[in-house]
């Protein structure tokens, strides 16, 4: 049981590039998100997703798309990079809103 | 966006000694999250809280949740220098499927 597990664990981007991150879960859970970590900011929400084949807007979407097409992975694109998504980049999951969320361990994402 | 107020944002502490530290929401939770994270690590939940007035333990960590429902309290007895790292509360909104985190404590053990 591996849990949460995010791909890759770092990246290096030219700005305007693409690229896609993965996460994928392996509890059967209902709820994903993704967040991303910058300092002094916390974790921000950027999308979730509440089952497979939805996906719904967090509080910094601008930027990014995501895809659920499957229950146990969930899709995070960059299709245009910029500097200001130099970030590191979290992706978690639950069973049921309200329930414990767990964390994947992170991809740290630099765009020049 | 909403967080999580928590204090202190830092500390430096001698290994042996107590640690406690605070989570305060203008709005009602019905859970709350303590996580820890470790450098170049995602957080790892330390205690779950479902239900106001609940006290958990975790080994040397207990965790309350207030009875207004709007705080929450973590405390570290016998610190150790492996309890270094970022400690996060967090929650979910009521009526939505987020979670909002709080700004974290950064705890230094001094051996």
């Known amino acids: 049981n591996a849990g949460v597990t995010q791909t890759p664990k770092f990246r290096v981007l030219k700005t305007g590039q693409s690229m896609t991150l993965l996460c994928a879960q392996d509890?059967?859970?209902?709820?994903m998100y993704w967040y991303r970590q910058d300092p002094g900011m916390g974790l921000r929400l950027i999308h979730y997703s509440v089952g497979e084949g939805t996906t719904a807007k967090g509080e910094v979407p601008d930027g990014y798309n995501v895809s659920r097409l499957k229950k146990q992975n969930f899709l995070l694109g960059l299709e245009s990079a910029a500097p200001s998504q130099t970030s590191v980049y979290f992706c978690?999951?639950?069973?049921?809103?309200?329930?414990?969320?767990?964390f994947g361990p992170g991809t740290r994402l630099t765009v020049l | 966006g909403q967080q999580l107020n928590q204090s202190p944002q830092s500390m430096f502490i001698q290994e042996g000694e107590d640690v406690s530290m605070n989570c305060t929401s203008s709005s009602i939770f019905n859970t709350w999250l303590w996580y820890k994270q470790d450098p170049g690590e995602g957080p790892v939940l330390l205690i779950a809280?479902?239900?106001?007035?609940e006290l958990t333990s975790n080994g040397r960590l207990t965790a309350q949740f207030g009875i207004t429902r709007k705080d929450s309290f973590l405390n570290i007895s016998a610190s150790i220098p492996s309890d270094v790292g970022i400690y996060f509360c967090?929650?979910?909104?009521?009526?939505?499927?987020?979670?909002?985190f709080g700004t974290g404590t950064r705890l230094k053990v001094l051996a």
């Open positions: 809280l479902y239900k106001a007035g």
């Open positions: 967090a929650g979910p909104l009521s009526g939505t499927y987020k979670y909002i």
């Open positions: 509890m059967n859970h209902e709820y």
């Open positions: 978690a999951s639950t069973q049921w809103a309200g329930d414990t969320q767990y």
